[in-house]
């Protein structure tokens, strides 16, 4: 396994822009998670994905973030109209199964932003 | 899933054992336990996880009590390179739907020369 990739590492932008994030799963994982930490904080559930559907969406997550998985193989997470409050790391994290030993997340290097 | 209580911080001297405690006293009987930790500036990297025996691998050794109120994880030989953040993580077996895992804050583990 070449494990879970992010792109971009980092990410400065200016209040009101939109920014995408990229994340490619280890290959064969059917899971792919978003998570969000802030300074200080532990990484905060956002939303994952089975395959192509999205099954649960944090209210963290709100209208101005969408997250998509169209092949169920690499996912992209968008926010539109970005505050200050958005800066923060964004980690990605795959997993193979549900409901057994195996289902174990492995998390990528993350995307920083940094919105000014 | 249960919550976790785990210190803030703790200190280790290279090449001694550390220990690092966490306290699950809600947890249930289908809740694994979950060990990541996180290096600065790194994703989280996952370490170990257990049911009810006592579990090792290349990494790490996880003990959990016989009642599975609290669980320890040790490191045999920490190094300088095992300084991060150590999450502690209750997680049930079966979900159903989300297997999300919710991190506290965890502990900062300072290995020092």
């Known amino acids: 396994d070449t494990g879970v990739s992010q792109d971009p590492r980092h990410k400065i932008t200016k209040r009101g822009q939109n920014v995408t994030f990229r994340c490619d799963p280890i290959?064969?994982?059917?899971?792919l998670y978003w998570y969000r930490q802030t300074l200080g904080q532990g990484p905060e559930f956002l939303t994952y994905f089975q395959n192509e559907a999205q099954l649960e969406k944090s209210r963290l997550l709100s209208d101005r973030f969408s997250a998509e998985r169209p092949k169920g193989s690499f996912s992209t997470l968008e926010i539109q109209r970005t505050e200050q409050g958005d800066s923060a790391m964004y980690l990605c994290a795959s997993s193979l199964e549900m409901g057994t030993p195996r289902d174990t997340q492995y998390f990528g290097p993350g995307t920083r932003l940094t919105v000014l | 899933d249960a919550k976790t209580t785990q210190p803030t911080s703790m200190d280790c001297a290279e090449g001694r054992a550390a220990n690092l405690p966490c306290n699950h006293s809600t947890i249930s009987g289908n809740e694994y336990v979950y060990w990541y930790r996180q290096i600065h500036s790194q994703g989280p990297q996952y370490i170990i996880h257990?049911?009810?025996n006592n579990e090792t691998n290349e990494m790490a050794s996880l003990i959990i009590t016989e009642d599975r109120k609290s669980s320890t994880l040790i490191l045999p030989h920490a190094t300088l390179r095992d300084t991060a953040v150590y999450y502690c993580?209750?997680?049930?077996?079966?979900?159903?739907?989300?297997?999300?895992?919710?991190f506290g804050t965890g502990t900062r583990l300072q290995v020092t020369l």
């Open positions: 290959s064969e994982h059917n899971r």
């Open positions: 257990g049911l009810k």
């Open positions: 993580i209750v997680r049930a077996k079966n979900t159903g739907t989300a297997s999300k895992l919710t």
